[in-house]
């Protein structure tokens, strides 16, 4: 397949990179990711100021412009010669859980490919603070996996989003339980807690803490991936659509 990868954590990120070299095995991989981290930009898009385009080695540039302009120039500009026919955003670098989907750059991605009735998949890794990122199992398993989750997007209505926990001694998990499927997608509420000083004529804000609030609901997308499991929906770009029925799935 031709496959085209985007974040919303920059071109250069590590996720974006190892996902890449994994992909490469059996694909040709095209990679176009904003030129800076771009997260939680939701799904902007550049209408007034022109993109600035950086090629950086054979199939890889950085653009100056949002994720959801990245997919827009790889499938609706011409700037590509070759069909894609999947488009898959990530690894991001943190959760895309429930409501997180409203503000994610990296789920922007994958709703514009849909939007461009190109197949999707988004992918999210939970990293928490003091965790060393862990990109590779989740790169492997995607790899592993990709016909099956292909099942789930349709390219023209839904997108696949999936999440997993890092594993890492600290997050307790060495491996995942399985890979599940779920409809129900959790409401995060956060702190958002912010501080603030003055600098001459300016108050300036930043986010002091943005921990969840809430317990997640059992057996929501949130409940699986704390328990330890790779766990993914189809989300769907029309509000008004159905989802799939839910069911369960091992990993083999």
Avoid at 39 to 60: P, W, Y
Avoid at 209 to 230: I, R, T
Avoid at 233 to 239: C, E, G, I, L, N
Wanted: glycine content about 8%; overall charge negative; some cysteine.
């Amino acid at each position: 397949m031709n496959i085209l990868l985007s974040n919303d954590d920059g071109y250069s990120a590590p996720g974006i990179n190892i996902l890449r070299e994994e992909l490469l095995k059996k694909h040709r991989v095209f990679l176009i990711a904003p030129d800076r981290n771009r997260s939680a930009v939701s799904h902007g898009i550049t209408m007034f100021n022109g993109l600035s385009i950086r090629q950086h080695e054979k199939d890889v540039w950085s653009c100056s412009g949002t994720p959801a302009d990245c997919v827009v120039l790889a499938l609706k500009s011409g700037f590509l010669e070759e069909k894609i026919d999947l488009v898959i955003s990530g690894i991001n670098a943190g959760p895309n859980l429930g409501t997180d989907i409203i503000y994610s750059g990296t789920c922007a991605a994958s709703r514009e490919a849909v939007l461009a009735g190109c197949p999707s998949i988004a992918l999210s890794l939970d990293v928490r603070e003091g965790e060393k990122a862990d990109f590779f199992p989740l790169a492997r398993l995607v790899e592993n996996k990709l016909e099956y989750l292909l099942n789930f997007t349709d390219g023209k209505k839904c997108f696949v989003n999936l999440n997993a926990r890092n594993l890492c001694e600290k997050s307790g998990f060495n491996e995942y339980k399985g890979l599940k499927y779920t409809d129900l997608l959790s409401v995060r509420k956060y702190r958002d807690t912010m501080s603030f000083k003055k600098e001459g004529d300016y108050i300036i804000g930043s986010l002091k803490d943005s921990s969840p609030l809430e317990k997640a609901e059992d057996y929501s997308d949130a409940w699986y991936s704390n328990s330890g499991y790779a766990v993914f929906s189809s989300v769907y770009a029309d509000p008004f659509a159905l989802p799939f029925s839910s069911f369960d799935s091992d990993l083999r």
